[in-house]
């Protein structure tokens, strides 16, 4: 059994931070891609950014610049800083992970996710 927790969301004012954690836990042999998806009030869930097990990451458009996704493979976490937010970035955040069970297994597996909630 695998589990991701985030933790890290709130409430800020436009123009803050925040950073998002996410820590997977479990029968983990080791992780692949890791990264994180959003979901605001009445939207579709939508990309936000990926990182690799090297380091290589990815982010979309509308948060480049802005978002920064790292990684701790020692501790299975993936963190999300958010700087310069904006009221659109308001959302349900959730950071998710290819996790291998075996040489022959893999899953991908979601986190609950954070809310987080910038006002103007």
């Known amino acids: 059994q695998v589990q991701l927790v985030e933790s890290g969301g709130g409430l800020v004012q436009a123009g803050g931070s925040l950073r998002l954690s996410c820590v997977a836990s479990?029968?983990?042999?080791?992780?692949?891609?890791m990264g994180w998806y959003r979901q605001g009030p009445g939207k579709r869930r939508e990309f936000v950014a990926t990182?690799?097990?090297?380091?290589?990451?990815n982010s979309a458009d509308s948060v480049k610049g802005r978002f920064t996704i790292s990684r701790d493979n020692a501790k299975n976490t993936v963190y999300l800083q958010m700087d310069s937010l904006k009221p659109e970035d308001t959302a349900d955040y959730y950071c998710?992970?290819?996790?291998?069970?075996?040489?022959?297994?893999?899953?991908?597996?979601w986190g609950q996710g954070t809310q987080v909630t910038v006002s103007s």
């Open positions: 998710y992970a290819e996790v291998v069970l075996t040489t022959r297994s893999q899953i991908v597996a």
């Open positions: 479990g029968s983990i042999f080791s992780l692949n891609t």
């Open positions: 990182i690799t097990s090297v380091g290589i990451a």
